[in-house]
């Protein structure tokens, strides 16, 4: 007997995990950890933490999304441009993830004063590290609610029952 689940479900629960996982680090980030615009040393560690789910374990819900957008590919998009307005789903997944290692990175940075650098070149020179991460979150959170309205309604509106159930196999795999 094998076990499915309803890959559009599980992917769901995913989404609603990152959202809290998000959720704390805009807490660890408020208004009485962070003075004057830089993060105190004392939630580095925490926040550190926080995103070092957004540089590794975050990569088996990115897989298990993949599965779902070859399967959606194969089924709905038989036209060089339409296989392109799948992959800007996956690209955003890397870009992501680099996000996240560069926010990472800059968290690791230390000045000889215990302040965080006032401006980051990763991000173009202009926002601070704090600004950095609301603007990871702010990305995670468009690129969830882009995925449901799009990705998983048309998975949900197109995908057969059998196609569903492979899918659902090869994500449990992960």
Do not use: W
Not at 59 to 88: G, I, Y
Not at 95 to 102: E, Y
Not at 157 to 166: D, G, I, N, T
């Amino acid at each position: 007997m094998s076990l499915t689940v309803d890959p559009v479900a599980l992917l769901e629960r995913e989404h609603r995990m990152i959202l809290d996982r998000l959720a704390m680090v805009e807490t660890a980030m408020s208004v009485r950890n962070v003075r004057n615009g830089t993060v105190k040393r004392t939630n580095r560690d925490t926040l550190r933490e926080l995103l070092e789910f957004f540089t590794g374990p975050v990569d088996v819900h990115f897989k298990r999304e993949e599965m779902l957008v070859s399967e959606l590919r194969r089924v709905l998009a038989p036209t060089q441009e339409e296989q392109e307005q799948f992959q800007s789903f996956l690209d955003e997944h890397r870009a992501l993830k680099a996000d996240a290692t560069a926010v990472m990175k800059q968290l690791a940075k230390r000045r000889t004063d215990g302040q965080d650098t006032a401006v980051s070149k990763a991000f173009g020179g202009l926002r601070t590290l704090t600004g950095e991460l609301h603007a990871l979150i702010r990305r995670y959170r468009e690129q969830i609610a882009c995925e449901e309205r799009l990705l998983f309604a048309l998975a949900e509106m197109r995908l057969s029952a059998e196609q569903r159930r492979r899918v659902s196999r090869q994500m449990l795999q992960v």
